[in-house]
């Protein structure tokens, strides 16, 4: 065997070292974790600009409620520089069934026009509204395709967004995975736990598993119970998405249903 | 006389309060507050989505270092999908006089190319930040005219984007001009100022008034003097602009330069 240089075994070594970093990414996980980050990024940024085109416009339509951001930024764009112009079919294919409603309100609104120059700035701030509306809908198509591709047993029993921002939490589907029931919990309510461990406040029972559909529907003093059900659940499930790659979640998710009808059953008096 | 029925009167000032809104409404002050309150917002905004492009893109090429919001955007769509075609004149278009330290770093990257799927949702985002950065320079060159046009003075004395974050604060223009001036100079402060107030720590020095260019290349320990010498000045010329709507501002400009000097030859051993 030729005895290799400092310089080749430099290169050597510096080229595997590439190639291991390379494949690290090249696991679809990281994706997964940059989609959801920038979706609840872009959710916020959304809501920030919405806030400030509602108060804008609200000068020359203070009337207006829409409740609807894609829908308010839209009337903005298409009527905002002269809303008495606007004829009750225009009106209906952009504010649907409250068309007669705002069409009442235009005609006695105390809001005067927007000059032509001020107008030109309202409407850039809705068109930029309309275009987060765009991008957050896209990347919301790719995150659930990517991530009910890459953790299908997690994706069965929780909504796929909440799913992935439990990863994004944990780091990665292997530190998910070995993670004990009472963490998974927790993931997300890093925060309160710290706090707690600190200072004595009270212990947190969720973190981001409070999204879930089952907590809004529920008493307040289920929610931790509830919570644990899922995590208990969520450890096993993300074992098989982690390591197994069996599909065993239609199980589980029977086994998630009856113990939810135990917890309510018990808390009826 | 005939006397009024209390339908009549109902409707009379009804019609009376409602004119009283909305010509109140008439004056650019509202508009110029509105358009500073979305600057700040989209500035924030347009941080927090190239925060998560930047991060993003990074797992395909990690090496890249632009250092510009809209440039690093402009690259991504560009070139996002498959760097490795890029020519030199085309970087060049794009990144200027680093095309041949990032043709370099393409060469050698360890990023891989993302999937035409993922790239799709990447593209979007960095679309998004351009849109956002377009919807700021024109919201700025609308605050640039409209607010030299409504504060002459005020707008001479200090940059337009900072006055307007300053008659924000204030609320109007005449809330503006009846303030003293230590109120003035700590416009901006509110919450360092009630902190002071209720648990005695440091008494804040400026609020918006930091923004000046002067204040970053000063001495910290010159910096209140220096907000307070423009406060003085801007409560006169805050009178002109709100009652008198005569242009005293360039006599003010030159006791400013005057007083400037004297506190920095005063700062001198």
Chains 1, 2 share one sequence.
Not at 141 to 146: F, I, P, T, V
């Amino acid at each position: 065997l030729k005895k290799e240089t400092v310089e080749e075994k430099r290169a050597r070594l510096m080229a595997a070292a590439k190639a291991s970093i390379s494949s690290a990414y090249a696991s679809d996980e990281h994706s997964i974790i940059q989609a959801i980050n920038s979706y609840l990024a872009i959710e916020k940024v959304g809501n920030l600009i919405y806030e400030r085109l509602e108060e804008w416009y609200s000068m020359y339509f203070p009337e207006l409620r829409l409740n609807n951001q894609a829908t308010f930024a839209k009337f903005v764009i298409q009527f905002g520089k002269n809303k008495k112009a606007a004829t009750m079919e225009e009106l209906n294919a952009v504010v649907g069934d409250k068309a007669s409603e705002v069409f009442r309100q235009i005609r006695s609104s105390i809001g005067r026009e927007p000059s032509e120059e001020e107008y030109g700035t309202i409407r850039t701030l809705a068109e930029s509204e309309l275009s987060l509306i765009d991008v957050q809908s896209r990347i919301d198509a790719y995150l659930e395709k990517s991530t009910k591709k890459f953790m299908p047993n997690i994706c069965y029993l929780i909504d796929y967004k909440i799913a992935a921002e439990m990863l994004s939490r944990a780091g990665s589907l292997n530190r998910f995975a070995t993670m004990p029931a009472g963490t998974i919990q927790l993931l997300g309510a890093e925060k309160a736990l710290f706090k707690h461990l600190k200072y004595g406040s009270k212990s947190p029972k969720h973190g981001t598993l409070f999204k879930l559909q089952e907590m809004a529907l529920s008493n307040k003093h289920m929610r931790g119970k509830i919570a644990r059900v899922y995590a208990t659940k969520l450890c096993t499930a993300s074992k098989a998405d982690a390591f197994t790659k069996r599909f065993i979640a239609d199980k589980l998710k029977q086994d998630i249903d009856r113990s939810l009808k135990e917890i309510k059953k018990k808390a009826q008096p």
